[in-house]
């Protein structure tokens, strides 16, 4: 089992949400350090309009990337659709070091 200061859940929402919080470049700061990082539902969260977090997704993942740290990402959507939203250069890095699963199905909120 990892410690919390190897492993950090976030979600994407919150991220976005920092960026406009006092404070909240802490979390940006830990998102870079921490060795694992798995960012939840990306594609959900506020994009503001002048392109901060954008900006600061990529600048996230090429420090990610750089360091060698495992970063897993979920999101409903698809392959082009994330690279309409996110730009060929996040989904580069992503390809580069990773690997895409294509979960199909059901919905498993709506199980129970």
Same mark, same amino acid.
């Given at each position: 089992?990892? &410690?919390?200061?190897?492993?950090?859940?976030?979600?994407?929402?919150?991220?976005?949400?920092?960026?406009?919080?006092?404070?909240? *470049?802490?979390?940006?700061?830990? $998102?870079?350090?921490? %060795? $694992?990082?798995?960012?939840?539902?990306? @594609?959900? !969260? %506020? &994009?503001?309009?002048?392109?901060?977090?954008?900006? !600061? =997704?990529?600048?996230?993942?090429?420090?990610?990337?750089?360091?060698?740290?495992?970063?897993?990402?979920?999101?409903?959507?698809?392959?082009? !659709?994330?690279?309409?939203? %996110?730009? *060929?250069?996040?989904?580069?890095?992503?390809?580069?070091?990773? =690997?895409?699963?294509?979960?199909? @199905?059901? &919905?498993?909120?709506? $199980?129970?």
């Amino acid at each position: 089992v990892l &410690s919390p200061r190897k492993a950090w859940f976030l979600k994407a929402g919150h991220m976005a949400a920092a960026l406009h919080r006092a404070g909240g *470049e802490m979390i940006w700061d830990r $998102a870079r350090k921490v %060795y $694992a990082l798995a960012i939840d539902d990306l @594609g959900r !969260e %506020y &994009s503001d309009q002048h392109g901060r977090w954008l900006a !600061e =997704l990529d600048l996230l993942i090429d420090d990610r990337h750089e360091a060698r740290r495992p970063t897993v990402i979920t999101s409903n959507m698809g392959l082009e !659709e994330f690279k309409q939203r %996110y730009g *060929e250069r996040i989904a580069d890095r992503i390809r580069q070091a990773g =690997l895409v699963v294509n979960c199909v @199905g059901e &919905s498993l909120r709506r $199980a129970g």
